[in-house]
């Protein structure tokens, strides 16, 4: 791979940031992809974003609406697996009548491979996940919100049908425990001490 003048490696995204003057979107990237939660962005879904972000601004480009939803409808017509051919066909000849090359734009969409490629070697960005332990305790925690969500709409759902007449019952109290089956050994453990010990005791032996 050439390099540029600045040692670093040439990079398709990195020169298409470039040419379709989207400043800030470098860095909006390497953001996405290595922070943590919900914004977090895999390596696919920022190559869609990307190309989207292409898509958006040629359009803006011809003159035509960039709204979030145009955007997305557009970009599913020219990408999309199960789109047929008259939709296709219908999308890439508005798109050319507005003066925009399609074969370009298509030769200009990136992969995932190529995303990947300018954030760890062009931008030199590295992504540092959970490590077990982290990830153990909040998918715990995740399971945990989730019984506890449905422990109180069960409650509330069975006082409802209490209170008008439905079920027949006084004082009541609901009870949620989510269990794990060993179906090689048979052992059955709570989640959170499923969790806690890291798995069944059987394989760990």
Known sequence: MANTTDGRPSSKVARLIDEYELDGLG??????????????????????????????????????????????????????DDISTGVRT??????????????????????????????K????????????????????????????????VTDQRIEKLRDTGRIDIEDFEVFLDAQVLCQSCGSQYAVAEFFEQGGCECQQD
């Open 121 to 152: 070697e062009w931008r030199g960005a590295e992504y540092q996940g959970l490590s077990d332990d982290e990830k153990i305790e909040k998918d715990l925690e995740s399971i945990q919100r989730l019984l506890t969500r449905t422990l109180s």
């Open 90 to 119: 219908d999308t890439v000849n508005r798109l050319e009548r507005n003066g925009i090359d399609v074969d370009s734009l298509d030769t200009d969409f990136v992969t995932y491979q190529a995303i990947r490629s300018y954030l």
């Open 27 to 80: 860095a909006e990237m390497e953001a996405r992809w290595t922070g943590d939660g919900e914004e977090r962005m895999s390596l696919r879904d920022l190559a869609e974003f990307f190309n989207k972000r292409l898509l958006e601004r040629a359009l803006v480009d011809a003159g035509l609406s960039a709204l979030e939803s145009d955007v997305e409808s557009t970009y599913e017509n020219l990408t999309g």
